[in-house]
T-cell receptor, first 111, second 109 residues
Framework: DGGITQSPKYLFRKEGQNVTLSCEQN?????MYWYRQDPGQGLRLIYY???????QKGDIAEGYSVSREKKESFPLTVTSAQKNPTAFYLC??????????FGPGTRLLVL | GQQVMQIPQYQHVQEGEDFTTYCNSS?????IQWYKQRPGGHPVFLIQ?????EVKKQKRLTFQFGEAKKNSSLHITATQTTDVGTYFC?????????FGGGTRLMVKP
């Protein structure tokens, strides 16, 4: 059953803590993306990767980091430098510039 | 860089009324995609338009791509409560898909 998964569904972060959000796809897509969505707002691109071992900053990369060691996986780390991390984080994948398939998202809350 | 704007940001309609959201790009697009995000959910692909002036229909939804390939619209005829959600357009200018800010549709039964 092909798809894109994200975990956890909810994540709580303490002050000064780094947290990592998981994103896995078995669609054999080369490109993967991370978006941030604030309540009632649109999608803002954090990072994207078009190929393994390569990634590019999006519009709001500060305070975030990513890795792309495997085609199937694109984890996002929210570092302590991100001062306002509370948001809904969406991962997506695509074959080139075709349709993006989104995961179910992770809601990050700050304690 | 490329910008994609959507209007309106919000729309309240009575069930049965029509609804339209408009998408405008600062650059000519090779294609445009539309997505729907239900409340609490994630965006789901609806359709892609590629040709200048293209019109596609999905039941009560009509999608148009402008002649200049810089704007697009989504029209819903006779809205239902199941249409509630945020509709996003996403424009491909050849190097990256850029999402509009979305139009949130609320339907009163």
């Amino acid at each position: 059953d092909g798809g894109i998964t994200q975990s956890p569904k909810y994540l709580f972060r303490k002050e000064g803590q780094n947290v990592t959000l998981s994103c896995e796809q078995n669609l054999n897509h080369d490109a993967m993306y991370w978006y941030r969505q604030d309540p009632g707002q649109g999608l803002r691109l954090i990072y994207y990767s078009q190929i393994v071992n390569d990634f590019q900053k999006g519009d709001i990369a500060e305070g975030y980091s990513v890795s792309r060691e495997k085609k199937e996986s694109f984890p996002l780390t929210v570092t302590s430098a991100q001062k306002n991390p509370t948001a809904f984080y969406l991962c997506a994948s695509s074959s080139g510039l075709e349709t993006q398939y989104f995961g179910p998202g992770t809601r990050l809350l700050v304690l | 860089g490329q910008q994609v704007m959507q209007i309106p940001q919000y729309q309240h309609v009575q069930e049965g009324e029509d609804f339209t959201t408009y998408c405008n790009s600062s650059t000519t697009l090779s294609n445009i995609q539309w997505y729907k995000q239900r409340p609490g959910g994630h965006p789901v692909f609806l359709i892609q338009l590629v040709k200048s002036g293209e019109v596609k229909k999905q039941k009560r939804l009509t999608f148009q791509f402008g002649e200049a390939k810089k704007n697009s619209s989504l029209h819903i005829t006779a809205t239902q409560t199941t249409d509630v959600g945020t509709y996003f357009c996403a424009g491909d200018a050849g190097n990256m898909l850029t999402f509009g800010g979305g139009t949130r549709l609320m339907v009163k039964p």
